[in-house]
């Protein structure tokens, strides 16, 4: 829970509901860029275990909601024990990860827990029920996000809320991830972000 006494998943849903648009971050580039646009949801996508703590409190003191991925932290395994450091050294809000076991530690650990999934085929698409089941996420980041057909799928056979995310790069991208049911879009492209 947070200071409010909501939940971080509710946290974070009621803000991609009111801002779809997630800032993914690469680098410390885009970390400052991030941290002077007006979108409050950011996905850590790089760091390592010398920097996360500090880097997760700046996002926190420019009044940010922190999701990291897990699996790009150096020094830091995709395993349970990594989540909960997470949790007790820095204020993450939420964790992703392509794991489905390490979602699963993210939501006990009672941080907003992100599935992201690559489709591929229909081979994929058809093991994402079974992924769904064993992390048990709050929300689910499709890769490539500019598939709409795709999230109109997603959306008619699964209830976990979906973000596109991946190749999401130009305001068309956007508006048809969001019109084909997508809660949010997850995007390194900060022309996108400025839209």
């Known amino acids: 829970m947070d200071r409010t006494g909501r939940t971080r998943e509710t946290t974070v849903l009621e803000s991609l509901q009111s801002d779809p648009v997630i800032a993914s ?83 006990r650990a009672d941080l907003a827990a992100v599935q992201r999934y690559f489709l591929v085929d229909s081979i994929s698409y058809h093991q994402l029920e079974r992924v769904l089941k064993q992390g048990d996420p709050h929300f689910v980041e499709i890769l490539p996000g500019c598939i709409p057909r795709v999230i109109e799928w997603l959306r008619t056979d699964f209830s976990t809320p979906v973000i596109a995310g991946g190749l999401v790069c130009e305001r068309g991208d956007v508006i048809a991830a969001l019109g084909a049911g997508a809660l949010a879009v997850a995007t390194s492209d900060q022309l996108v972000w400025d839209m």
């Not at 996360?52 to 150096?74: H, M, P, S, Y």
């Not at 395993?79 to 964790?95: F, N, Y």
């Open 25 to 107: 971050v690469k680098d410390e580039t885009a970390l400052s860029a991030a941290l002077a646009s007006e979108h409050e949801v950011l996905f850590l996508l790089y760091g390592s275990l010398i920097d996360i703590e500090q880097t997760v409190e700046r996002c926190k003191a420019a009044g940010k909601i922190v999701l990291v991925n897990l699996d790009f932290i150096d020094g830091l395994s995709s395993q349970d024990i990594a989540v909960e450091w997470l949790k007790s050294h820095t204020g993450v809000d939420g964790i992703l990860s392509s794991r489905p076991s390490v979602v699963r530690a993210a939501r």
